[in-house]
């Protein structure tokens, strides 16, 4: 019996299914069916479904309460396949494969749905064209065959694989939400805001604040727009260009401190406040939509809600359901093990193979012992760190670990000469030119307005190296610095969905959920009496997921677990 099913939804409501072969191609007829879910649930539970898209069909199941093991996404992998020709950004519908494939005009991608507040009904709609199931077939077919053209044709098979069923992950992430207390995130907003004004007004402690810039400024002067601080601190003959907290804080002028304590609490205020717990939040739970490789370096984004970005003081307001815990797990220094792993170093192998501190055993082979200089060398040769100290810095780094300084020197100088640069997988860094320049350093982790910046001493609060402003000389260094980052951050991406594939799959018998990711981090909901079986099921996914990307190494891929039952008292 095959264990491979293409699936169509019809404009009726039915489902066009067809069996497939070995070979990808049709095994059997065409049939109508007259129910999705029916037509899922009567074939076996192993069966790998091929579909548009995950987002068009499995929503729908899940509502129904099927559960689907393995499914092939077409627009993903058409994503992933256009990427790896050189082509990032061009149409990557099935309809515009289907058009490529026989020659016809290319029809533009439909725009990009916007979820917004009560939108989990959005999730139900079809984001693009349906094609006939027969059409769906062609385009699967060239897919299998281009995957065949590939240089590495096995690494390339296996990240749309794995990038398939992130879309599943997704999809049942976010039909099960986070579990959120609105009680507790109510109180948290009254603690840190006061109360609220009739009207939507700024909430009393914002305006006490409002109250406090202003006398130190000796005028009125509002905190929430940029252009009128600035002048306000001209007036007072300092100069500064923004009114980031990178700048400003280092200022000597009595309007700091409550002009950083506005900003801080102005961003919970208006991204995490009373509006967002009404739109957000429904039954206990937070559900944003969570997207499966939404960034050009594979990790996850959130279409709306700002899942990603939840401040540590709001963490409070996640707490497990009675009788159930949240098993927080976060990879320990992953990016400096996926570069051992991808760069074959033997001796940052060696390092990352050990039970003992990653920064800490660098430190004692290459500086003397001090894990601070340890850590930045190595995330400043991520991150391109290129003069002061970080010279200095690199050049101990590859003295004792040639092999992988260099394979990040090459990246970046792939990057600069606009050559093709990939993960250990396949996925492809696109050309980044002029404004798309700061939006890749954005994603590489370094503040919009600071490409081409240099490496400081105070690291940021994720554990990257801060950033001093500064601009790239050409677009070209932009690109470099950016790919020499991607070929670690995107193999990590690359590494962290076959972990949670493995996870999912894991967890299948269980009642455990997984019901938050982010980048290293993952959180699953269970019964108190599972949470033991996670934690080991979370360790063992590592340890495979790091076997199946980059073969047999001594790399380990160790996680930090706590079960907890509020997501604030895991840090």
């Known amino acids: 019996m095959t264990d491979r099913w293409a699936l169509a939804p019809a404009e009726d409501g039915g489902v066009d299914v067809a069996p497939l072969g070995p070979d990808g191609l049709p095994a059997g007829p065409v049939r109508r069916e007259s129910d999705l879910a029916g037509a899922v649930r009567s074939r076996p539970e192993a069966t790998r479904w091929v579909w548009r898209s995950t987002v068009e069909v499995y929503p729908r199941l899940l509502a129904t309460g099927v559960r689907v093991e393995r499914c092939y996404d077409i627009e993903d992998a058409e994503t992933l396949l256009l990427g790896h020709e050189g082509r990032y950004g061009e149409p990557r519908s099935a309809a515009a494969a289907l058009a490529r494939l026989r020659g016809g005009p290319v029809p533009p991608d439909p725009p990009q749905r916007t979820a917004g507040p009560g939108a989990q009904s959005s999730l139900f709609e079809t984001t693009g064209v ?32 794995a990038q398939s069923a992130g879309t599943l992950v997704a999809a049942e992430m976010n039909h099960a939400g986070l579990p959120w207390s609105g009680a507790v995130h109510r109180s948290l907003l009254h603690d840190l805001l006061g109360e609220r004004y009739p009207g939507g007004g700024e ?37 500064v260009k923004s ?28 991204a995490h406040g009373w509006s967002w717990l009404q739109d957000w939040v429904r039954d206990g739970r937070f559900r944003p939509e969570f997207l499966a490789g939404g960034t050009v370096t594979g990790r996850w984004v959130t279409n709306g809600g700002g899942a990603l970005q939840i401040p540590k003081v709001l963490r409070r307001a996640v707490i497990a359901d009675p009788g159930w815990r949240l098993v927080v797990a976060d990879a320990d220094q992953m990016e400096p093990r996926v570069l051992a792993a991808i760069s074959r170093d033997p001796g940052l192998m060696e390092v990352a193979g050990r039970e003992s501190d990653l920064y800490q055993s660098v430190s004692d082979r290459a500086f003397s012992g001090d894990r601070e200089q340890a850590k930045l ?195």
């Open 130 to 161: 349906r094609l006939p199931l027969e059409d769906l077939l062609a385009v699967y077919g060239d897919q299998q065959r281009r995957h065949e053209q590939t240089d590495r044709p096995g690494r390339m098979q296996l990240l749309t694989a």
């Open 377 to 571: 060398a190595v995330l400043g040769a991520v991150y391109g760190q290129t003069s002061g100290d970080g010279l200095k810095n690199l050049a101990a780094l590859r003295r004792r670990f040639p092999k992988a300084v260099a394979y990040v020197d090459e990246a970046a100088r792939a990057g600069e000469e606009g050559r093709l640069v990939r993960t250990w997988l396949g996925r492809t860094c696109p050309p980044a030119a002029g404004s798309d320049a700061e939006a890749a350093a954005e994603e590489a982790g370094i503040p919009l307005g600071a490409v081409g910046a240099e490496v400081t001493a105070d690291a940021s609060s994720d554990g990257r190296p801060g950033w001093t402003p500064g601009y790239a000389s050409s677009d070209s260094r932009a690109r470099g610095r950016f790919a020499r980052n991607f070929v670690v951050q995107g193999s990590a991406a690359d590494w962290a969905l076959l972990l949670l594939a493995a996870l999912r799959q894991a967890c299948a018998g269980l009642k455990a959920e997984l019901v938050f990711f982010q980048h290293d981090e993952v959180i699953v909901h269970c019964p108190a009496e599972e949470a033991d079986a996670v934690v080991r099921a979370i360790r063992e996914c590592a340890d495979l997921a790091g076997r199946l990307t980059f073969g047999e190494t001594p790399v380990r891929f160790p996680f930090s677990t706590a079960v907890v039952e509020c997501y604030a008292d895991a840090k």
């Open 203 to 239: 909430p009393r402690r914002l305006a006490e604040l409002t109250d406090e810039v202003s006398a130190a400024f000796g005028r009125r002067v509002r905190p929430d727009l940029p252009a009128d601080v600035v002048k306000a601190f001209a007036q007072a003959g300092i100069k």
């Open 243 to 270: 009114t980031r907290r990178w700048e400003i804080q280092s200022v000597g002028h009595p309007a700091v401190e409550p002009l950083l304590q506005y900003k801080k609490l102005y961003r919970i205020w208006v």
